[in-house]
């Protein structure tokens, strides 16, 4: 699937949370406990902290990642939080994949992702596959707004 989306310039995302197939691994072991799946993927996907790479356009942009050889096959959020703002957990996230097509990244759809849930930014995505996470901010004054949040891939 994703290599036609690159094709077509679209990507499929979901915009729910994350499903009983998405759960994953180890700083959420007793959720995994609750929703492990049949084929065994509950256990494939990886978290990580990606340090913030750029920002434009009221957009944060992360180092670019790739994904793991694994049987994860999407890229979720989780954890999400403003530092500065704690009750603060929600934001709006999209990605941007390699290669670039006619001379710019190719974006999922924005998908809004809140607090210690996983929500799916994209699925069907394949081992090695480049990439950044985006996240639109909510303020600039007094400094740029810095959200922490996993990505699970």
């Given at each position: 699937?994703?290599?036609s989306a690159l094709a077509t310039g679209a990507l499929a995302?979901?915009?729910g949370p994350a499903?009983?197939?998405?759960?994953a691994t180890t700083a959420d072991a007793t959720a995994v406990t609750?929703?492990?799946?049949?084929?065994g993927n509950a256990d494939r996907c990886v978290p990580i902290r990606p340090e913030s790479g750029f920002y434009e356009a009221g957009r944060v942009g992360s180092e670019e990642l790739t994904t793991p050889n694994s049987r994860c096959s999407t890229i979720s959020v989780s954890h999400i939080q403003d530092p500065a703002n704690p009750t603060d957990r929600c934001q709006t996230f999209l990605l941007g994949f390699w290669p670039l097509v006619d001379g710019s990244l190719t974006y999922t759809d924005p998908v809004t992702a809140c607090g210690r849930h996983r929500t799916?930014?994209?699925?069907?995505v394949p081992n090695n596959?480049?990439?950044?996470?985006i996240y639109a901010i909510d303020y600039?004054?007094?400094v740029i707004?810095?959200?922490k949040f996993r990505v699970w891939h």
């Open positions: 699937m994703l290599a995302a979901s915009t499903t009983a197939s998405d759960v609750a929703h492990r799946t049949v084929g799916v930014l994209a699925r069907d596959a480049r990439y950044i996470v600039i004054d007094p707004q810095t959200v």
